[in-house]
């Protein structure tokens, strides 16, 4: 991000000063041409809970294409763990220094002069990942970010640009589907997979999906049908396969492994598996005849890739509308949370690092809580 | 083959009194409205060596849309070895009765009275698999046949339809290439392996050829160099890689397990693979970081299911006319080969189920063999 570069820093690690600066703030901020934010810093890559510091900084009114946002929420997501850790293929840059969050929803509060498709009051998402949003308060380029509608829930705008945009594309892009027409998933109760569930729904697509078994099984299933699901199968019912359903015609693969294989094996002949996670880590391994003789396609999905090669594209604003829409009419909700303030951090960074899977839920900043503890 | 319904079978074993009759037939033939055909017929499912059988039947002279070929040239290839074994997904049909041989060459010598675009004289090959070639004269309808050019080696023709078409389609259909661009496979000297390097040297591709490491690796490198390749290396060197070449766009893989792997990784970022062969009997295992941040395609190619498929397409048309293009023109040659008689069936056999790879050469059936040997 370029505009860091012309940013006062200053590290003040004193909770109560810090409290007392973002109160002097909100009281001044229409009396001055800056304003302080408090964001969570990257000091080295390594374990999140160790390397990630609360700072604060002072930001200039925005000039020429920049917009002022004031953050509300950033959901806090196992990429950006995988980032602090320096494992994920994209990098946070520069280390020290660099400020986490793929996603997060906030409100522009000042434009620059050149600015005119945003507005003081807008709702804004941003346009691309790894823009940094655990802070209060980013200075972005207009085309870094994406207008959203101002009648939804503030909490399911923060993680729309990661799992419901994943799902979307894991159902657009690779096979086109009908009305009817089944898909099968692994790792269904994760966030992409529920997503997965609820615009099946929301098509008139069966989905078939299949999760770990576990004790609460029965519980889990009732959840997954109440948000769609066609059906839900555990491992060992996916092996023995006994569903009176149509072969599916895409596979969506995030756990890998054994998995994966026997929901290759569930395939139609002709049919597509599109891998997007790992979580068993282990790799996918594939018959020679299932390439040759069931004429099995597979291919993989990154949302990071996706958004970044669509900031402005027309694609990328029918997936939004279509999202928001469904998140209007109640088809798409979001998953299990906790707001949690951004001070708060390292107990939100060990929820995504252990997550409880459906038990669990997943932890969101809101930065409206700084306000109201000041 | 519906025609086979009508044909009156006669079961007589002795090679002596089969010339004779062939003779027998040859010299009547213009007389009479019948032709004896010897062929070669899978009696059941098991050891090639042990099933297959030679018998002779009458044809009546073809008619309506039907045509009578006299076979020239018949290759005996992997697939038909695994069709008598029984362990094909294309089965044999009606077995005992059955005449292997999914590829050949032969002359047009009658057609019936509704045909119009064959003729005496012409030369033909199926239009599809799994006709039965493995005769020396057959009744087919005219839309099984494809006439071809009649400047040609018998020799190129027999084979036409496997290999060089396997090599055509796996170039052509699955990655847009240009000029300079690389193309890497394995098993490289295989007899698919031979043609790709061929056409990628006809269409200015650069193709990387892996082999196993061998006694006679310098003097296989030495004839593949020859026949076009860009660069060959062992197994080793591939895990090495030390090539000055641009990262493969396409990657053929007839091989599978861990070399298949290795030929993954050296492709180039959103790369294809194709597998149209396992010969290590080793599935296919790739990372899911291949897939998500790597943008790894994988699929599979059967020559088999793209012939019923395109049986009078314009690609089928324009593949063989390009083919015999090159043909003619000296660029694609017909891999080493040994021609046989018919009755020497056993010896085919048993050279294609143990294929001795470079050093070894494919047994053609050539049918003049009997005219000349009465």
Request: hydrophobic share 40%; glycine share 8%; with cysteine.
């Amino acid at each position: 991000m370029t505009s860091l570069n012309r940013l006062g820093l200053s590290f003040i690690k004193s909770s109560r000063l810090l409290k007392r600066k973002y109160l002097f703030q909100s009281q001044m901020m229409s009396l001055s041409s800056q304003v302080t934010s408090f964001k969570l810093v990257c000091n080295k890559f390594g374990d999140p809970k160790e390397v990630i510091e609360l700072q604060d900084e002072s930001l200039c009114m925005p000039q020429n294409d920049e917009v002022l946002v004031k953050v509300v929420m950033a959901p806090v997501n196992p990429a950006d763990i995988n980032m602090i850790q320096g494992v994920y293929p994209v990098k946070l840059s520069p280390v020290p220094g660099a400020v986490p969050g793929n996603e997060g929803v906030g409100v522009v509060t000042h434009v620059g002069g050149d600015v005119t498709q945003l507005k003081p009051g807008d709702r804004v998402v941003p346009s691309t990942p790894a823009l940094g949003m655990w802070r209060t308060h980013i200075i972005l380029k207009a085309h870094q970010l994406t207008k959203v509608r101002d009648d939804l829930e503030f909490v399911d705008l923060a993680g729309i640009t990661s799992n419901p945009c994943t799902a979307y594309r894991l159902l657009k892009d690779f096979v086109a589907l009908s009305e009817g027409d089944v898909v099968i998933q692994n790792g269904a109760n994760g966030a992409a997979g529920q997503n997965v569930i609820q615009l099946c729904k929301a098509w008139r697509l069966r989905s078939v999906n299949v999760v770990r078994d576990r004790p609460d099984f029965e519980q889990l299933r009732e959840y997954l049908m109440q948000l769609g699901a066609t059906h839900v199968i555990t491992e060992e019912q996916l092996r023995k396969w006994s569903l009176d359903v149509a072969k599916p015609k895409l596979a969506l693969n995030c756990v890998g492994g054994k998995n994966a294989l026997e929901v290759l094996r569930r395939l139609d002949q002709g049919g597509t598996m599109v891998t997007y996670g790992g979580m068993s880590r282990e790799p996918v391994t594939i018959p020679t005849s299932s390439f040759i003789f069931k004429d099995i396609t597979l291919k993989g999905f990154w949302m990071t890739r996706w958004s970044n090669d669509n900031t402005c594209s027309e694609a990328r604003k029918q997936m939004l509308d279509d999202l928001m829409c469904f998140m209007h009419d109640g088809r798409l909700k979001a998953p299990n949370h906790k707001l949690v303030s951004i001070r708060d951090f390292r107990d939100a960074l060990a929820n995504t690092m252990n997550p409880q899977g459906f038990a669990g839920c997943k932890y969101i900043f809101d930065m409206r809580l700084e306000e109201q503890s000041c």
